[in-house]
């Protein structure tokens, strides 16, 4: 704690904070235009400047901690005239299109221009011929570019591209992209969120709409676990199509939280049915007739729980294998934890200085992992270790330890891993026993692992502070996920680890916590909601009756971090929708969110309506969005089986790995999207499967034909399969290596 | 002539204000009947009629054939929306700013705008809903490009309250532009178009 004065009000700051950080939460007004909490300053705008009375000239507020009885002023005479002359430096120049920019109405330029009272241009410089330059997804006008470098900043500390890079030559200076012609990046386009002006802007919204003319709609991304907090922002779709609203763009409060390109840019998912009562009735027929419900965990907890109380009013069964593979591998860890959810966040993944990733390609498979581990590793100099059969190349900037290890042998690294983590740590008999016959050479030979990597692991996890244990969802579906879950739990508990468990879809903990689900036995009279079927509900692929798409309902999600999070209607839809259905089963509630109040206590939720929830960041980013679930205790039962016969995966194998901002259906008829639905293998791959380059293969157990890529950047024999394009998108289940059959087929 | 002998309203010799000679109001019934006769037989009637008769054999007739002929309308009159375009490029002079579709109170206006090839911002359809609108003449107010202008058709008459006005309607033809047509709107800003008027040189 520092105690010092601002304009003479006595202010504390925490260890670490700067004045500027200190002085916003104490409510004092400090003018910035480069500043970003959620990266290190940029200290480029110099608008923040302050006076105090131990330094001379003005210094910095937003990178300069405070010390003990610093006296500081932060709006003199002499610092509003430094500020004004600021501003009028960024307006030398600067091209009078406000009429037509896009960020016109939500501009900081615009904003502190006015606030600053420049009103005509006291300085003027040669103007540089600066072409407007198209990459991709993203435009980029040079000469509507101020320089703050946030969009350089967030590219490299938050998302981890390091794509951006500013180019230093005075006046001509500009935003390009490293060591590259065009932008080759995972178009997240957090630069365009970031930008105060209307610099960098997305392809697809520049021009369409005004700032002004958008209703934002606070809502829940639908795409991955993380349940990143998102705006929809709708206007009328056209003249020609009278009042019917359309998504146009999709932002965030980019202070705080961060987005994906698939939350960003895939957000045109939506369908549309009217009310057809012939249709109706069929479908409820059909929910009459059937033995069964495959769902997918693309829906809401509400609805999840809607499915629950049918099954439980029509003795039905409820399939869905995803979700039931995480189910039990949360009943495993719970008996050996005895709590229900596990200790670690994905914001607590940034503050950490030591992480493991075991057995996800999370820069797929969950861009908010990917971009808090980069946090952590620039913000905290934190030592990430990547344990998968694949490297990644775009997690090679902040791994600092990449383990390979063979695909199948998850549950001898889990086991090897828990021994290094344990190495000085007092347990139980129990525990001790089963780590002391471990059957070491085996486990490492198999899984490929050397000693010495796990030792150098163990070394470094001994420096660290606050780690973090991440475990993808390779192992949710392995067929020994349960003792899998059982060591993690051994490992969060015996250690100060927090552990992290990524889930494929964005709702599948909530399915998890709320529905009883059955084996799926394949039987018949099967009605599908964004599933195969006999009958098909749902958004999602081909359905004998539309419902409303994610971006159409309310409702909540919960999110890995076990947060329920609530999410609106951005476009209203006309059709029916499974409350309906519900209704005319018996199973009655006149909303969707009137279950929301309704979900099952005993696992957490807290009972309160939907209307009471927020979803918002605070001013000082203060999450007020939904609730966190209440972590439920029960008996410890620790106990440990053999370590089974590791599988050997030989020949052709692919791992399902959707491509970056792709993750389903959803995501798979978005626009703005990019979709690449080939299979990618290495040369190894290629040579192993005797295919090459652009030939078309069929797949065994696969309906639709793959166009094999050579992809330079991967190594090894295992190649990825996206399954974003399937007929009902990534239904995620089953164990993601597969041993695969190829055939070629004429092109 | 100066106001302040007005703003004095007690009838003195100083103020302009003095009191109107008012014939007496008959009360008896035969005072009545002689203001009744000396109003029907003083001849009035027939200044009037000589008149009427006059301009009848004059052949000086004023009366104006609507609708064959319209009577001028001030320049300032705010009838249906106009859209112009630049004079020297024959570009339209909308940049689709939205402002007019902000500030319109009654909500009528709509744009549809995108992003054309040369990266400029392109208004692609544009439309009033004149079953709403009241004319008010803000929209022509606000535009910073003179852009839209209230013409001078004043008929809205038709089969259905709220037809819509589109682009195409509003637009000044190009043949018409070319041919000096384009009526410009006498604000703030306005050009007079003659020979000085040259191509801006956009691309330099």
Known sequence: MINFTINNQPVTAQKGETILQAARKAGFYIPTMCYIEKTTPCASCRLCVVETDKTEGLILSCQTPPTEGLNVTIDSERLQQERTNIMRMYDVNHPLECGVCDKSGACDLQNKTLEFGVSHQHFSAKEQPRAIQHWGAINYDPSLCILCEKCVHVCNEVIGDDAITLQFGGYKSSVVPKNSDTLDCTFCGECIAVCPVGALVSSEFQYRANAWELTQIPATCAHCSAGCSLMYEVKHASIAQGESQKIYRVTNNFEFSTLCGAGRFGFDFGVQASKDETLFAKAVGAFETASAIRFSSLITTEEALILQRLKEKLGIKLFNEEARAYQSFMAAYTEVSGKSSPSGTVEAIAQSDAIIVLGGRVSSDNPAIRYAMTTAARHNGAKIVYMHPLEDALLQNVVTQNVRYEAGSEEGVVAMLAKTLLENVDVDDVTKNFLENLDEGYLCAESNIGDEEFARMGKMVRRAKRKTLVIGSDVLGHSRAAHIARLCALMESMTDFSLVIVPQMVNTVGVALVCDLDEDTQSDHVVGYNAKGDFVVGSVGKCDMALPALNAQEGTFVSLNYHLLPTNVAVAFEGYCLNDIALALGVTARNTIDYTVQLPQEKGFKGIEFDALDNFYGALGEDNRGYILDVMMCEVAISFEAIADLPEFNGTVVYRCNPINQFNGYTAVSSGVEKDDALRGSMQFAMAARIGHGERVMIDGYDEAKVFVLDETLKGTIALLPRYDSPFGDMGAGYRFEKIQLKKVGS | ?204
């Open chain 2, 1 to 204: 002539m100066h106001s302040e002998p007005l703003n004095d309203r007690n009838v003195s010799s100083n103020s302009t204000y003095y009191y109107v000679d008012i014939e007496e109001y008959p009360t008896q019934g035969w005072d009545k009947f002689k203001r009744v006769i000396k109003r029907t037989f003083k001849g009035e009637l027939f200044v009037g009629l000589w008149v009427v008769l006059r301009e009848m054999i004059k052949f000086d007739i004023h009366t104006v054939q609507y609708p064959k002929e319209k009577l001028p309308i001030g320049p300032r009159y705010r009838a249906v929306h106009k859209l112009l375009r630049l004079w020297e490029s024959g570009y339209e002079r909308c940049i689709g700013c939205g402002l007019c579709e902000k500030i319109c109170i009654s909500d009528c206006i709509r744009m549809d705008t995108k992003i054309d090839e040369n990266s400029r911002k392109e208004v692609t359809e544009y439309s009033i809903n004149l079953g709403r609108c009241i004319f008010c003449g803000y929209c022509a107010e606000v535009c910073p490009e003179l852009a839209i202008v209230h013409g001078q058709r004043y008929e809205n008459g038709s089969e259905q309250r709220a037809h819509f006005v589109i682009k195409d309607d509003m637009l000044t033809p190009l043949d018409l532009l070319t041919s000096g047509q384009q009526a410009e709107y006498p604000g703030f800003g306005s050009i007079t178009p003659n020979e000085s008027v040259k191509k801006t040189p956009l691309a330099y």
